[in-house]
T-cell receptor, first 114, second 115 residues
């Protein structure tokens, strides 16, 4: 069965520091992976997605993620954190062909302090 | 425009009430979704509509009744809810239901409180 695991329910960084949010997937077939961000009291917004076209995926707001098959990982990074990046981040995997469903990880809350 | 709208933003209802949540998109998407999100938890899929037909029901209690009157509109009818149904209800849409790499676009949600 396909699933994602997000390591670290809370991550705290200083403004200007590197952001690294971890996501590992489990899948017997090449997965479709997504990162979404949720700001307080809002819906989810797509940051980026992996669709096998390229292993390094660039998204919005300066975020990027690298698909590493050997490590079954799809970690989200941003070189320099901004206060506005404080939010909940969800990694998700699309289930196999024919079943139209996203499976979300538990989420990582990112705090950015001055 | 990648906007999914949801109304109302907030809803308080008693356990004997009947209410409806509304979701709308004008992107020509043919797949629409309802998710439930409890506090500090990830969204959980409830229903999927593909080409205006219910294709997935994730064993949701019958007190939740979805409806897709047309390709742009998705409703969730609520009746005899329980306090544990209090949550953020998110609607999403995607261009087609078949392609695995399709992005799901989410609305801002309706925050429901059942008293």
């Amino acid at each position: 069965a396909q699933s994602v695991t997000q390591l670290g329910s809370h991550v705290s960084v200083s403004e200007g520091a590197l952001v690294l949010l971890r996501c590992n997937y489990s899948s017997s077939v090449p997965p479709y992976l997504f990162w979404y961000v949720q700001y307080p009291n809002q819906g989810l917004q797509l940051l980026l997605k992996y669709t096998s076209a390229a292993t390094l995926v660039k998204g919005i707001n300066g975020f990027e993620a690298e698909f590493k098959k050997s490590e079954t990982s799809f970690h989200l990074t941003k070189p320099s954190a901004h206060m506005s990046d404080a939010a909940e981040y969800f990694c998700a995997v699309r289930l196999q062909r024919g079943y139209n469903k996203l499976i979300f990880g538990a989420g990582t809350r990112l705090a950015v302090h001055p | 425009d990648t906007e999914v709208t949801q109304t109302p933003k907030h809803l308080v209802m008693g356990m004997t009430n009947k209410k409806s949540l509304k979701c709308e998109q004008h992107m020509g998407h043919r797949a629409m979704y309802w998710y439930k999100q409890k506090a500090k938890k990830p969204p959980e899929l409830m229903f999927v509509y593909s080409y205006e037909k219910l294709s997935i029901n994730e064993s949701v209690p019958s007190r939740f009744s979805p409806e897709c009157p047309n390709s742009s509109l998705l409703n969730l009818h609520l009746h005899a809810l329980q306090p544990e149904d209090s949550a953020l209800y998110l609607c999403a849409s995607s261009q087609t239901p078949e392609r695995e790499q399709e992005t799901q676009y989410f609305g801002p949600g309706t925050r429901l409180l059942v008293l």
